[in-house]
């Protein structure tokens, strides 16, 4: 067969991509080729067609040469071969000598944009707050801390991870929006290097907050982390106050070891266990709770009053018109919700929930209090519930384990759940880890079922609307995946359970929990429904005790398994139906049941953003007409 005829221009395109290969002096070769072939014949023209040209031939040679060698810069010295090759020679040595120097300085100037461009220059600040790790959580904490230093000049947060400083600055630009007055620095580096940690000045910063990062082993990364820190700041003197967040209790006790008596650490998927266990019997507390957390509203606060000295609690609860009581600080201890007969000791500070340190002023409500509208009949006892558990995740049995702790005999747990998500036997260690195993408990049942959450067909067989309570996990985060992907399946279950919803025309009292906050719009819930983000409430009290470190011992207390916490509360458990009456009525009604009244929510308004009816710490004068379906936010004990 006769061989196919190569085009010319294939042959010719392929026979330079050939030459171009054999590296710069090729490449070089080829551009002095081009040079001279346009330089060349345009000096030729140039010369030709000059009026004052040389007539001999070898003169007009010489004016062509001395064009070129202007033109490329190659001297263009006239005469003897010799002289002219000289010529040539001087000038491609003082193009080598200037194009060396020049690559050299941008070599350098690069070198140098680029190292600030990566964040590796140190800090030079004072007083600053140091964020390291990366997570959702930083963009919580990062906004806090924004919003905490609103009123202050020259404030400047520093957040250091192992990512690429543009990227990181472009992310908190995006979520957190403008930062006012607040510099916002990012250096970027490996946060377990104490060779790196310097970067960020911590000696010299007001507060180091260490977050866990989107990884399976991010307990371990944040107990290194603490490490490194305490190696970069050895020697110095005072250390600056460390707060830290854990997911696993197994790690805590390391963490604090290595955050030192100063550091407090924070076990995220315990608090996070609780409230979803609250939302899932009282849907609307994790509002509360973001009311409280976040520095946009009223906050916690630490004040001295001597006046009250001597004075028992339930006498100060009315003391202020626009402030909150919920409690004592003695000795170091938090005293939240403390029988209303205890007397304020001369050196107890008061726990207020109030808009400023400065806010909280003596104004006595008692006048204001209207015994008629008090409710007299004892609240409703709690009685066994059942509640549905659908998907599964490393959260799953500190669920379990919280919906134990206040079950009424009778209570069940049924999960929905992947063979591949849990299993009977990771079912039954949850049901022993909560106490009821073979020696019995308090007579919550557990229960699997196998199936897929986001199949319409699993809903439908559960009969969901015999349940009191829905609860949504999403799956944990698989390695390489983005860290909000569980949301994705999550909200698709979510679609489904409205679609049930709307068919039956039944309100469905659903608790989900979500990753990424900006999902919290596109999740399909109506009112009766909750949303728990995850990482956002740590993220929230990680900023509160960034600014008050004494504030750790009244979260602890507020978020532990059987202290005093936040509680809703049907308004009717204090005030007759219909009653108009002021909010200092309310509070000497959960005075009478051993509480403490710090705002209630709206029922009217549960619909309405961004507060969702939910009012804290109102003035205690403020009169309203209260629905049966409005709720009271109280400190207490179920």
């Not at 970067?199 to 866990?212: E, H, I, K």
């Not at 266990?273 to 009311?291: D, F, K, T, Y």
């Not at 308090?442 to 079922?449: E, K, M, P, Q, W």
Request: a negative charge; aromatic letters at 4%; hydrophobic letters at 40%.
């Amino acid at each position: 067969m006769a061989q196919r005829r190569t085009p010319f221009g294939d042959r010719a395109r392929y026979w330079f991509d050939s030459t171009l290969a054999r590296g710069a002096a090729a490449l070089v070769g080829w551009m002095a080729l081009l040079s001279l072939a346009v330089v060349v014949p345009a000096s030729a023209v140039m010369v030709w067609t000059d009026p004052d040209a040389p007539q001999s031939l070898a003169e007009r040679l010489a004016e062509v040469w001395r064009l070129t060698g202007e033109t490329l810069r190659l001297g263009g010295a006239t005469g003897t071969p010799l002289r002219a090759m000289l010529s040539v020679l001087l000038a491609l040595v003082t193009l080598l000598y200037v194009s060396t120097l020049v690559g050299l300085i941008t070599t350098a100037l690069t070198e140098r944009l680029t190292s600030l461009r990566r964040g590796r220059s140190t800090v030079l600040e004072q007083g600053h707050a140091v964020v390291l790790g990366w997570s959702e959580q930083v963009f919580t904490v990062v906004s806090e801390l924004v919003a905490a230093n609103v009123n202050q000049r020259g404030a400047a947060v520093v957040v250091l991870a192992d990512r690429d400083k543009t990227v990181m600055e472009e992310s908190l630009g995006t979520k957190v929006g403008s930062c006012g007055g607040t510099r916002l620095i990012c250096r970027s580096g490996p946060t377990t290097d104490p060779a790196v940690l310097p970067l960020t000045s911590p000696a010299t910063a007001g507060v180091v907050l260490v977050l866990p990062p989107d990884e399976p082993h991010a307990d371990a990364e944040v107990v290194k982390t603490l490490l490194a820190l305490r190696a970069a700041l050895a020697g110095a003197k005072p250390r600056p106050p460390v707060v830290a967040a854990v997911r696993d209790d197994r790690y805590r006790l390391a963490a604090c070891l290595a955050a030192g008596p100063d550091g407090v650490v924070l076990e995220s998927d315990t608090v996070t266990a609780r409230l979803i266990v609250q939302a899932a019997r009282r849907p609307g507390i994790s509002l509360v709770h973001r009311e409280l957390l976040d520095f946009a509203g009223d906050e916690f606060y630490l004040i001295s009053e001597p006046a009250l000295t001597g004075r028992p609690f339930g006498e100060v609860l009315l003391s202020y018109s626009t402030t909150s009581v919920v409690g004592l600080m003695r000795g170091g201890t938090p005293l939240l919700n403390p029988p209303p007969t205890t007397p304020v000791a001369p050196d107890d500070l008061l726990v207020v929930i109030t808009g400023d340190d400065d806010t909280a002023r003596l104004d006595d409500c008692a006048e204001s209090v209207e015994k008629a509208a008090v409710a007299s009949r004892p609240p409703t006892p709690a009685p066994a519930e059942r509640i549905l558990l659908l998907g599964w995740n490393r959260r799953a049995p500190l669920v379990v384990d919280q919906l134990h702790r206040r079950a009424r005999p009778g209570s069940a747990v049924d999960v929905v759940a992947e063979p591949g998500e849990a299993t009977i036997r990771e079912i039954s260690e949850a049901e022993a880890d909560s106490g009821n195993g073979e020696n019995g408990g308090n007579g919550l049942s557990l229960a699997l079922h196998h199936g897929d959450i986001t199949r319409p067909e699993t809903l439908r067989r559960l009969d969901v609307h015999s349940y009191d309570s829905v609860i949504v996990l999403g799956r944990d985060p698989a390695p390489g995946q983005p860290p909000d992907d569980p949301d994705n399946r999550t909200l698709v279950t979510l679609l489904l359970l409205r679609q049930l919803k709307e068919a039956t025309g039944r309100e469905l009292p659903v608790v989900t929990e979500l990753i990424d906050d900006r999902n919290r719009a596109l999740a399909p819930i109506g009112p009766g429904a909750d949303v728990i983000i995850s990482g956002k409430l740590i993220g929230l009290l990680m900023s509160q005790i960034s600014q008050n470190r004494h504030l750790a011992a009244v979260f602890e207390e507020l978020f532990s398994a059987e202290g005093a916490g936040v509680r809703l509360r049907p308004a009717t458990d204090y005030l007759l139906p219909g009653s108009t009456t002021s909010f200092a009525t309310v509070v000497a009604a959960a005075r009478r049941r051993g509480e403490c009244a710090i705002g209630y929510r709206d029922h009217a308004d549960a619909s309405t953003r961004p507060h969702y009816g939910v009012r804290i710490n109102p003035p205690k004068r403020e009169r309203r007409r209260w629905t049966a379906e409005d709720e009271v936010v109280v400190i207490g004990t179920d």
